[in-house]
């Protein structure tokens, strides 16, 4: 069969890796894609086309007999891919526009969680700056209070205020100075919740759901989990924290009644489901809805998956997911993300990247390009974030070591990486 992938990030190398794998696969298109997947070679083949442009990519996958394609990333979904591929015939994997706003729109996921009591952090929603205001200004107030902006923003949308000033500061440049344009025509300001964060994936066919192995993602910028938020900066799956009790706690409290509700309310949420969690003692609460795998979770949690994943794909469409094997390896899996110099804010592109040749021959481990571009037979830099380098072991200490003897084989001027990708959970 063929596959065609949407994306240009590591989770898309790693999506294209894994499907590759599977003998059952003749060709695997990918649209964009990146220098990484450019180099696989064999099956594997980028397409100049890119993630947005859905009427372009419905016509690749019908005149080149596309017979699953698979959404990478959100923007695709939250502009109707996977409607407009149903209505012209074809099988696609992820969420429909409408279940897709668990993502891409706050306001509607928060509401949900409500009418379904699904636990996450109290909240209000805003529709312009003065109500707002008078919220933030209630002498009673206590902070930290989290404003977020509705729509999709590249991970940006959200503001920690430790007190009233920034508070104020976030909706003004949310309301005023405009700076997400019209993803903030409606904000949410919520309660902040304590705990440690881990990430859930569920691919499901509606009603039945297979996991992953829980992560954990790093998203400041620092060690210690200081400075700005990013994309995330490594990565780590099983994460001890979600334990079996927790994990359970997850199912019933919230994967279960989400999909159920979804069902009930008349948008049957199918594809990727990603569930952001705050644990507090043992409770999990939804810090957020995503409606496609991780960046950089998928990069371990792809690598630990031991069953085909396209048969798994393909169950999730065609609604057999019940039916298929879906087993982990018994490792562990760690990813540090390699970014250029100065990410998040500016950094510059186009660096000549150099990877020593031992690194291919390394025993479990994955280089996934992210920001990479081939131009001519040579690979540079060409984003933010450039490699997302995985390895397994059988201890997550292994699997950590291994990974970062990887990472100071790559370079580029400017590469940074955090040196503490794990470190909390050992
Ligand atoms: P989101 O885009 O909603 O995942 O938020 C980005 C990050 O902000 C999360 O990964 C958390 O670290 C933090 N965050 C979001 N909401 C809350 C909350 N209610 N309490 C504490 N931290 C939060
Ligand atoms: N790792 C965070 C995200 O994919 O949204």
Not at 32 to 45: D, Q, S, Y
Not at 306 to 311: E, G, P, R, V, Y
Not at 369 to 397: I, M, N, P, Y
Not at 406 to 417: M, N, Q, S, T
Request: hydrophobic share 40%.
């Amino acid at each position: 069969m063929n596959v065609l992938i949407i994306g240009s990030g590591a989770r898309e190398h790693a999506l294209a890796w894994a499907v590759a794998k599977s003998e059952r696969v003749n060709k695997v298109f990918v649209a964009p894609g990146n220098g990484g997947t450019a180099l696989i070679g064999g099956k594997v083949c980028n397409l100049p086309l890119k993630a947005t442009a859905l009427e372009g990519l419905l016509e690749f996958a019908q005149s080149n007999h596309v017979d699953l394609t698979v959404v990478g990333s959100e923007h695709p979904l939250e502009l109707g891919i996977v409607d407009l591929f149903r209505s012209a015939g074809k099988q696609v994997v992820g969420p429909t526009q409408a279940a897709a706003r668990l993502e891409s729109s706050k306001v509607f996921s928060k509401e949900f969680m409500r009418r379904q009591g699904i636990p996450t952090a109290g909240y209000h929603v805003f529709g312009d700056l003065n109500a707002a205001r008078s919220y933030i200004e209630f002498p009673e107030r206590v902070y930290p209070q989290v404003i977020k902006a509705s729509g999709l923003c590249a991970g940006k949308g959200v503001f920690i205020a430790l007190n009233r000033d920034e508070a104020l500061k976030a909706i003004s440049e949310l309301f005023e100075e405009r700076i997400f344009g019209n993803a903030a025509d409606e904000v949410v300001i919520e309660d902040f919740l304590q705990g440690e964060e881990a990430s859930v994936f569920a691919l499901t066919d509606g009603t039945r759901y297979r996991l992953f192995l829980p992560a954990q993602d790093h998203k400041r910028i620092g060690n210690g989990d200081t400075g700005k938020n990013t994309g995330g900066m490594g990565a780590y799956a099983p994460a001890p924290l979600v334990t079996p009790e927790v994990l359970q706690k997850v199912e019933e409290q919230i994967i279960q009644p989400t999909l159920k509700g979804m069902v009930e309310e008349g948008y049957p949420y199918t594809g990727f489901l990603y569930v952001g969690l705050m644990i507090d003692h043992g409770e999990p609460s939804v810090v957020e809805y995503n409606a496609r795998l991780g960046d950089p979770e998928t990069q371990v949690v792809l690598p630990l998956l031991k069953s085909d994943f396209i048969t798994a794909l393909q169950a999730s469409v065609q609604g057999s997911l019940g039916e298929v094997p879906f087993e982990m390896h018994r490792k562990s899996a760690a990813t540090v993300v390699i970014a250029s110099g100065g990410y998040p804010d500016h950094y510059e592109t186009g660096k000549p990247i150099t990877i020593a040749d031992e690194v291919s021959g390394m025993d479990d481990c994955l280089v996934f390009h992210a920001g990479t571009s081939l131009e001519g037979g040579r690979l540079k830099t060409a984003g933010g974030r450039v490699f997302s380098v995985t390895a397994l072991g059988d201890t997550l200490r292994e699997s950590i070591d291994r990974a970062y003897l990887a990472v100071e084989k790559i370079g580029f001027d400017g590469a940074y990486y955090r040196t503490d990708i794990g470190a909390k959970a050992l």
